[in-house]
Nanobody, 125 residues
Framework: QVQLVESGGGLVQAGDSLRLSCAAS????????MGWFRRVPGKEREFVAA????????YYADSVKGRFTISRDNPKNTVYLQMNSLKPEDTAVYYC??????????????????WGQGTQVTVSS
């Protein structure tokens, strides 16, 4: 099992920044990678960003490219999502996810094996 604990959500104004953290613990942390998804009530959960634990490059949804940055701290088994220039449409519950699989289907929910509980991000206009 892999346990994921998210933190860093909150209420901010449009144009502000926020950093989310996801601490992972448990088996086989260090293989596969980590991702962030978000869900707006009434909509499907959507991919935001992902990064492999070792090697490779981060991946981003087009809607956040240039504004969000995903990074990892391998010794701490923690992944961060730095969100800049936030917009009201970024308002959602953000979920951290972990996969122990090899591959590159980072934007697909089914690629991930474990999920965090979610953290609310609200951006006011």
């Amino acid at each position: 099992q892999v346990q994921l604990v998210e933190s860093g959500g909150g209420l901010v104004q449009a144009g502000d920044s926020l950093r989310l953290s996801c601490a992972a613990s448990g088996r086989t942390v260090g293989t596969g990678g980590m991702g962030w998804f978000r869900r707006v009530p009434g909509k499907e959960r959507e991919f935001v960003a992902a990064v492999p634990w070792s090697g490779g490059y981060p991946y981003y949804a087009d809607s956040v490219k240039g504004r969000f940055t995903i990074s990892r701290d391998n010794p701490k088994n923690t992944v961060y999502l730095q969100m800049n220039s936030l917009k009201p449409e970024d308002t959602a519950v953000y979920y951290c996810a972990a996969t122990v699989k090899f591959g590159s289907r980072w934007s697909l929910e089914m690629f991930y094996d474990y999920w965090g509980q979610g953290t609310q991000v609200t951006v006011s206009s």
